[in-house]
């Protein structure tokens, strides 16, 4: 942190609070004097403390405060037929159309195959995107998958135990069967993984003997898709940032371990 109580460097940090939208002034020296803010991992219940707000991390009640305003956050819808790629080379749909209302450069977290719709993050921090698209951060993932056939709790516990593909053994860290049908069909599945493999989920199924039809990812870490509509994008919410923001605090925490 910048200095203590009387120092005359960096911001007061109930203004820094206060410019980052947490919440007013007058709020912000609240939740200092209730000991919720804390800086550098540092609970601060002094109301003179100062911080840098580029260099220090400051978190109230456990979630991360953005201070850089130049960065980026944006949830994607993606629908079906686009490619997960600001530029494809051969000439497909790809995502830079639902980029342009926004003036910084984003680039894609991860990727979904053209026929898999669902939540993607698009960003400027670079960061953040490694720890979300790395697969030893742990990040996990929640798809519904529509598939052939009528799926049973066996095959469940099956793809909970794991399968042998190509690449090595899987397993899902969590699987349910939401619907299936004796009348041909189909059943719905949802599947919780950490994964970044290409195609896992498609290939999971596929070896368990239940082809995926539709594939939808609904959940990115803290990210949930909600009612958001295939091909829109919006800006994370306050909250949102928050969540993504701690995540990848936590993870670079772990590195310097």
């Not at 944006?74 to 037929?81: A, D, F, Y």
């Not at 926004?102 to 991860?110: I, T």
């Not at 993050?121 to 670079?126: C, F, I, K, Q, W």
Request: charged fraction near 25%; aromatic fraction near 4%; proline fraction near 4%.
């Amino acid at each position: 942190m910048t200095g203590g109580a009387g120092s005359t460097e960096g911001v007061r940090l109930q203004k820094a609070l206060a410019n980052a939208g947490v919440a007013s002034r007058r709020v912000a020296e609240q939740l200092i004097v209730e000991g919720r803010v804390r800086v550098n991992g540092t609970v601060v219940t002094e109301l003179g403390s100062r911080v840098d707000p580029e260099n220090d991390l400051v978190d109230v009640d456990g979630t991360a405060v953005q201070f850089d305003q130049s960065k980026r956050y944006v949830m994607l819808n993606k629908p079906t037929g686009v490619v997960s790629s600001m530029k494809d080379d051969r000439g497909r749909p790809d995502l830079r159309r639902f980029t342009k209302d926004w003036d910084e450069r984003l680039y894609n977290v991860g990727r979904l195959d053209a026929e898999t719709s669902g939540l993607l993050v698009l960003t400027n921090d670079g960061e953040l995107a490694h720890v979300l698209a790395h697969p030893s951060f742990g990040v996990t993932k929640v798809y519904i998958a529509k598939v052939d056939g009528r799926v049973t709790p066996q095959t469940i516990q099956q793809l909970l135990r794991g399968v042998d593909l190509e690449d090595g053994p899987i397993s899902a860290d969590k699987a349910r069967l939401l619907s299936s049908s004796a009348e041909g069909g189909g059943s719905l599945v949802e599947l919780t993984l950490h994964s970044g493999r290409n195609r896992i989920v498609r290939r999971m199924m596929a070896e368990v003997g239940h082809p995926v039809v539709e594939l939808v990812r609904r959940q990115f870490g803290p990210l949930h898709l909600g009612t958001l509509p295939a091909g829109r994008a919006r800006e994370l919410t306050k909250v949102e940032r928050g969540a993504l923001l701690t995540l990848s605090r936590q993870a670079a925490g772990q590195q310097e371990e």
